[in-house]
């Protein structure tokens, strides 16, 4: 046997070469060309199937010894997700081509409200989630080398001294080094690397027909499949799938569909690298066809390696040390190259992928914020910061790889090294689902989610995997932490009945999600959460180029995002629009000039004020520490500051209303006192007159002792009757003004109202005869019934047909009282033969005081208020009282009184007036 | 087929394909018989797999192409 170790390290170490020579012929390919072939989709599809790691190559023959058939839920699960690439992947890709997405943590944090923190939380899980994986690779690379060293009839060569840790320390370094030149020569804003994914492409080549070959080979020396599944079975080997469609294979098969979309070198080629939509298409069903040929072969190498090979040799180096037994030294080195191959590729992508979500999630923030503005001023400067940020994380990266390869160095076998890592990851995926299919799922809720499926998947996942080397481990898993037995890492809550993986995926995933929905229930999304949920939702929905947010620089996003909130969508999209016209670019690949912010600037002031859009814009063009939420938050409270003065100047509307209706209240109650004055200086007027007689006459009667009698008695009786003048003004005063203001209790009660017009009438008749008047009874109801004081009609019919008989002023003078029944009124009419009243006073008669001439001429007149006060009594009985007009001779005043309409049974009306 | 029912099919051809590869449908082809020497459910497994890729290839072409998303540059320069 003439393969030796150090032909194989010197044949890895001229492949990697060559790989490098690929990466950089397809750098400058790609520059100088445009891309052309690299940029086919089968370069794509088979970038994509760096899913086949030395996992498949070396660890599925394992996996096949173990468990069986179990291993191709490890490529079903990602067959199902392409097979269904309409539904997510699609739309992964184009939220991240519009989006420009870099990495899972941006996906998740850009969808989450451009939350940092979860950023940081994704790339920290994802770095911890990934060392078992990359310590995978490390233990394959070193085990395939020793495997070829301990068959080699040469010794060890060079590897004299070296252990297996120090073998991998040694792969692990190498590694971190290819690297490191391999993805960090450059900083490309879209994250893709071209040369790269053509090295990877040549790799999925080496590997399916390194993997291929080998399985042909083995069919060939084991006279086809009938004859190894023969003798296998005749060697006591269970070739039927006993126990295999159990829990396990559930779990396995969720697990790997959600890797292929969470691994972040799985999103970072699928998604991040692609460069054309349609690759998808071919990668759909190319990619699953990839996977079918590379566990075509796995069984018969499986079991072939079983029958044949001696007992305890390592079922995971089959696919090497079969060749190398059969003394098939070139398929041998051609199978360690293909093994070598699926590890390279994977470690390299997985660490670039890794490091550009560690330097942009996490160093370039805090370099960001240390540094001063000036040592970043120049794009060098932040270059080269990120060049080092990235080499940082791929050495620690590559780092905690072999850290974790050196705890559980124990354990042999290499697919559940795997299956950890993908729990891990497996834990981003309700987010990413929440994020394209549900609008609400919040940032809080999908932290919460994130962190509580992460610290399952520690606890009983990534930590009973050290149980081999730490005692401490060993007992916890036995006994739970502290002997709580329900805190066991593979019987959370008392559930042991499940396959451990089964067991950790089901609680991390189902804590993870319900976290997710519940938490996304109770709490709220920001403004910007809003808008990007509304991005990722609708990501298909709007016409081409209408709400994508712009291209070009960061920054035109973000002013884009701000003049659509402020300015509305339709004159945003308009300014935008316009701007690219007048560029004669795409408005989707525009750089906002000087000019355009400026013009921005003035359109968004005409909304929120000059200081406020300046402040804004200042902001997120100079990308000052102030965020782009905190932008919209401002955006949010200018917009509730015009609210805020349009509700003032409402209020302020209804206040100067408010204040109209008071000035009118006022000028009435102005008038209302003019009134009163009014009143007052006639009562005043009034009472004086009798007054001033009353004090002479008593002058008089005092100083004048011998006054004869007669005079004495004459001058008394004008005291006397002045006084009897003063009272009776004084109590028509008092009860014109009780009846005004209603003071006095009113009793209406139904009545004959012939009755009080017969007692006027008789308590009038002596008057008549004083005067010599005829009282002429006229026409007459026969009766009445009225709603009515009968005291007080009575009272106002005297005064009527009183003031007939006293100021009639006829020869002959006559007074006649008539009442009949007019419809549903009854009307009473008191008329004379007199003077009348002239056209001229008839307007002011029922005014207070007012006196018509012949009043002021009368010895005894009244004091004017007679008229008013009866006036005020009938309207008090729901009636009228009228002058009548166009009488020819004399005057008639018409007292109208409603008759009641339905009987008896009214009850007396109380009416408080 | 309308593009909504192409898209329709396309869903279920997903769904029932991952429904065939888990119990209870799997579990039908667990007995003890063998095609040229394999066992019957290795060879249920690979030739559905088969199927999965040839069925995915037609609806890769028959699938409706999206409109533009208007950002995805011809020469993916930045």
């Known amino acids: 046997m003439t393969l030796t170790a150090d032909l194989v390290i010197a044949t890895a170490i001229a492949y990697v070469g060559l790989l490098f020579l690929i990466a950089f012929l397809g750098d400058r390919h790609t520059r100088d060309r445009a891309g052309g072939f690299l940029r086919s989709p089968f370069v794509y599809t088979l970038s994509i199937s760096v899913y086949c790691t030395s996992w498949t190559f070396y660890g599925a023959v394992g996996s096949a010894t173990r468990n069986g058939l179990e291993f191709v839920t490890i490529y079903l699960g990602p067959t199902l997700v392409f097979i269904g690439w309409w539904f997510i992947l699609r739309r992964l890709v184009r939220i991240s081509h519009d989006q420009r997405i870099t990495s899972i943590a941006d996906l998740l944090s850009s969808r989450f409200g451009k939350s940092s923190r979860l950023a940081v939380l994704v790339t920290v899980l994802a770095v911890i989630a990934i060392a078992p994986y990359i310590a995978l690779q490390l233990k394959a690379i070193t085990s395939s080398i020793e495997a070829i060293a301990t068959a080699s009839e040469f010794g060890r060569g060079s590897l004299e001294g070296w252990d297996e840790v120090g073998l991998a320390l040694g792969v692990a370094a190498g590694m971190a080094v290819f690297t490191i030149l391999f993805g960090t020569r450059n900083v490309d804003a879209k994250e893709q690397h071209h040369g790269v994914v053509a090295a990877i492409a040549l790799e999925a080549v080496v590997k399916l027909t390194a993997l291929v070959a080998v399985g042909v080979f083995v069919l060939y020396i084991g006279g086809g499949p009938e004859a190894i599944f023969d003798s296998a079975e005749s060697a006591g080997l269970n070739i039927h799938a006993s126990d295999t469609f159990g829990d396990r294979w559930i779990a396995s098969l969720l697990l790997a569909a959600a890797a292929i979309i969470c691994l972040p070198r799985q999103f970072q080629v699928t998604v991040v690298e692609n460069s054309d939509e349609s690759h998808l298409r071919t990668a759909s069903w190319a990619f699953p066809g990839y996977m079918l040929l590379m566990s075509l072969f796995i069984l018969p190498i499986a079991l072939f390696g079983l029958t044949t090979m001696p007992a305890g040799s390592n079922p995971d180096m089959f696919t090497l040390t079969l060749p190398l037994a059969a003394g098939q030294d070139g398929l041998a080195l051609f199978a360690f190259i293909g093994g070598f191959s699926s590890a390279t590729s994977m470690i390299i992508l997985e660490s670039i992928a890794l490091s550009i979500m560690v330097s942009n999630h996490i160093v370039v923030p805090i370099m960001l914020r240390l540094t001063s503005d000036d040592g970043i001023g120049n794009g060098q400067g932040v270059r080269r910061l990120i060049l080092n940020a990235r080499r940082l994380s791929i050495i620690l990266i590559l780092g905690l790889g072999f850290a974790y390869f050196y705890l559980t160095r124990e354990s042999d076998a290499l697919a559940p090294i795997g299956l950890i890592s993908f729990t891990g990851v497996a834990q981003f995926l309700p987010a990413i689902l929440a994020g394209l299919f549900w609008r609400d799922a919040s940032t809080k809720a999908a932290i919460a989610a994130v962190s509580v499926g992460f610290v399952i998947w520690l606890w009983s996942s990534l930590m009973p995997s050290f149980a081999s080397s730490s005692p401490m481990v060993a007992m916890i898993m036995e006994e739970g932490p502290a002997g709580i037995a329900w805190l066991r890492p593979q019987a959370l809550f008392g559930l042991d009945r499940l396959d451990p993986l089964a067991h950790a995926v089901f609680w991390s995933l189902f804590l993870n999600t319900t976290v997710l929905i519940v938490g996304s229930l109770i709490t709220n999304q920001s403004a910007l959460e809003h808008v990007q949920a509304a991005l990722f939702l609708n990501v298909f929905r709007r016409a081409a180029g209408e709400t994508s947010p712009l291209r070009g620089s960061a920054t035109a996003d973000d002013l884009f995002l701000v003049a659509r909130r402020v300015l509305g969508h339709g004159r945003a999209v308009a300014l935008f629009s316009e701007e690219a016209k007048q560029a004669r670019m795409p408005w989707t690949s525009l750089e906002p000039s000087p000019a355009f912010i400026h013009r921005l600037e003035r359109e968004l002031a005409g909304s929120i004020g000059a200081a406020s859009a300046h402040v804004m814009l200042s902001k997120v063009v100079s990308g000052d520490a102030v965020s782009l939420e905190e932008v919209m938050q401002m955006a949010d409270e200018t917009q509730q500051a015009i609210e805020h003065s349009q509700e003032l100047e409402r209020t302020s509307a209804e206040l100067r209303a408010t204040a109209e209706k008071l000035e009118i209240a006022n000028r009435q109650l102005r008038k209302v006192d003019l009134q009163k004055d009014e009143f007052l200086s006639q009562v005043s007027h009034e009472v004086r007159t009798p007054m001033t007689a009353i004090r002479a006459f008593s002058e008089i009667l005092l100083s004048e002792q011998d006054l004869e009698m007669s005079a004495r008695k004459r001058f008394t009786a004008t005291i006397h009757a002045e006084s009897l003048r003063l009272t009776s003004l004084l109590d028509e005063i008092l009860d014109l003004s009780a009846l005004e203001r209603g003071e006095r209790p009113w009793e209406n009660r139904p009545i004959d109202a012939e009755e009080p017009l017969e007692q006027a009438l008789r308590v009038c008749d002596a008057l008549a005869r004083q005067n010599n008047t005829l009282l002429r009874a006229g026409t007459r109801a026969a009766s009445a019934r009225v709603s009515a004081d009968p005291d007080r009609l009575s009272q106002v019919l005297i005064n009527l047909i009183a003031n007939a008989i006293k100021y009639n002023g006829a020869i002959k003078p006559e007074v006649e009282v008539r009442s009949r029944l007019e419809g549903t009124n009854y009307v009473i009419e008191v008329s004379d033969n007199g003077a009348g009243i002239p056209p001229e006073e008839r307007p002011r008669i029922f005014d207070k005081f007012y006196r018509g001439r012949l009043g002021e001429a009368a010895p005894y007149g009244g004091a004017g208020l007679g008229l008013p006060i009866s006036r005020e009594i009938i309207m008090r009985m729901s009636g009228r009282l009228e002058l009548v007009p166009d009488t020819h001779i004399g005057a008639c005043f018409r007292v109208t009184l409603p008759l009641i309409v339905s009987e008896p049974a009214v009850q007396p009306e109380k009416q408080k007036i | ?78």
């Open chain 2, 1 to 78: 087929m309308t593009r909504r029912k192409l898209v329709g099919a396309a869903f279920f051809f997903a769904l029932f394909g991952a429904i065939a590869f888990l119990p209870p449908l799997v579990l039908l082809f667990r007995f003890d018989a063998r095609i040229l020497g394999v066992p019957i459910e290795t060879v249920y497994i690979f030739v559905l797999w088969t199927l999965l890729v040839g069925g995915a290839r037609w609806f890769s072409r028959a699938l409706p192409n999206d409109e533009p998303s208007g950002t995805t540059q011809a020469d993916g320069k930045p």
